[in-house]
């Protein structure tokens, strides 16, 4: 009740968050429309959901974390994918398609209904541009992921023969 007014004296006196400002796990589940638990739960679930925890284990949340959030719930409460569906596809990358395809089906669907009249506003156009970015920068992590775990198996035969070549 105390966030509740909160927001309200903030909203009355303009004193509004900035569009990368860190948000708070409340603020999160009222944006996605999810209980404060579900979110919890989807960090044990998806390990690439971190935001970042304060004193006290209180979270604040990127707005990377939040767009990955709600492309998750798009593809578990939308979409009818399992949570092992949904995990398989962010360890494949697939994820990252699964969103362009789904941005192209909206733009498409939208384009011949929508008029001058009833255009969405700059700001919303913006956060459609920014919802690509997490995904193909954790695209980019899996590669990056895999080759440094060939460079590790490396480093370990190499350290191998030393070792053997010490002994001798």
């Known amino acids: 009740m105390a966030d509740e007014q909160e927001r309200a004296d903030q909203q009355a006196s303009g004193k509004t968050k900035a569009g990368a400002a860190f948000r708070t796990i409340g603020e999160v589940a009222d944006q996605l429309d999810l209980p404060q638990h579900v979110l919890r739960f989807w960090e044990k679930k998806f390990h690439q959901i971190r935001p970042v925890k304060r004193n006290?284990?209180?979270r604040y949340y990127r707005t990377e974390d939040i767009a990955?959030?709600?492309e998750i719930r798009v593809l578990l409460h939308d979409q009818g994918y399992?949570?092992?569906g949904v995990q398989k596809l962010l360890r494949e990358g697939g994820l990252a398609k699964a969103v362009r395809a789904r941005a192209q089906q909206?733009?498409?669907a939208a384009a011949p209904t929508q008029d001058a009249g009833k255009r969405k506003p700059a700001k919303a156009a913006g956060q459609d541009r920014q919802i690509g970015?997490?995904?193909d920068l954790l695209n980019d992590m899996g590669s990056l992921r895999h080759a440094l775990k060939s460079?590790?198996?490396d480093l370990e035969?190499?350290?191998a023969?030393?070792?053997a070549r010490q002994n001798r």
């Open 157 to 159: 035969s190499i350290h």
């Open 56 to 58: 006290g284990g209180r």
């Open 106 to 108: 909206e733009k498409t």
């Open 161 to 163: 023969d030393i070792v």
């Open 151 to 153: 460079c590790l198996k």
């Open 133 to 135: 970015m997490p995904f």
């Open 82 to 84: 399992t949570i092992r």
């Open 68 to 70: 990955l959030l709600g």
